[in-house]
């Protein structure tokens, strides 16, 4: 199947690594071109020349906390490359804990990084992008139904994917498409991490694949061929959805 991706061009935040970094490599591997950007320097040069170099992928480092980072990478693909057909955002975990455990400080912290960094990414390139163009917000499943131990997350994802749902009705009509991806347990370091925080990881992985139908924890690449195909044009009538990478996790219709 032809997903129409060839000389396209995506920025992607977040993605030095984890599910960012695959969804670039599945990208790339269609003909597409990226832009991508993560906090970490080194970290984002690896993942370019992994990537292929300046022919196919280009990074950034930066921060969604800075409001001139999402200007920064749209003009970094029109420059490079001389064009923008989407973007895939995504921002790391925020601190374990409850609702009622976590400080105020983690709370402020989280929305600025989590929430109102991904808001302003998310319009900034929208209003960048013409007809076919489409952006991905890599959520969680907490958007769903909240997951014990991780009050922030369970607080201010779902507020994303109503944001993700607004935008989506507001671009729609100039042909650009928004949509919500919702990664359930796959082996990212976040993932590990939270396996690690309950003292017995292999314990704690085996728990959760216990309830997962699918009965294994996922990885990157499955959730990157998911987001490479509702990125690209063979998605063209896909946009205001939410969709679960999960294994089946989710007990919804």
Do not use: C
Not at 1 to 26: C, I, K, N, P, Q
Not at 42 to 62: C, K, S
Not at 74 to 94: C, F, H, K, M, N
């Amino acid at each position: 199947m032809d997903l129409g991706l060839a000389d396209r061009v995506y920025v992607l935040t977040g993605a030095s690594r984890g599910l960012g970094f695959a969804t670039a490599e599945h990208l790339v591997a269609d003909g597409a071109r990226v832009v991508i950007s993560a906090r970490a320097p080194e970290q984002v040069a690896a993942a370019v020349e992994a990537l292929g170099g300046p022919e196919r992928a280009i990074g950034l480092t930066g921060d969604l906390t800075d409001p001139a980072t999402p200007e920064r990478l749209v003009t970094a693909a029109r420059e490079q490359y001389g064009r923008l057909d989407g973007a895939l955002i995504s921002v790391g975990g925020p601190p374990r804990g409850t609702a009622a455990q976590v400080t105020d400080e983690q709370w402020r912290e989280s929305f600025e990084t989590v929430f109102l960094g991904s808001v302003r990414t998310a319009r900034t390139v929208a209003a960048a992008l013409t007809d076919g163009g489409a952006i991905g917000l890599v959520l969680s499943t907490s958007a769903r139904s909240p997951m014990p131990g991780l009050g922030i997350s369970n607080g201010l994802r779902p507020g994303l994917a109503g944001v993700a749902k607004d935008i989506a009705d507001e671009y729609g009509p100039r042909g650009v498409r928004v949509i919500g991806l919702l990664p359930g347990r796959i082996m990212t370091d976040r993932n590990r991490e939270l396996f690690a925080a309950t003292g017995d990881p292999e314990r704690a992985r085996a728990e959760a694949e216990a309830a997962i139908p699918l009965r294994r924890v996922g990885e990157p690449a499955e959730f990157g061929r998911v987001a490479a195909f509702l990125l690209s044009p063979a998605a063209s009538y896909l946009t205001g959805v939410t969709v679960p990478v999960d294994g089946g996790a989710l007990r919804g219709l």
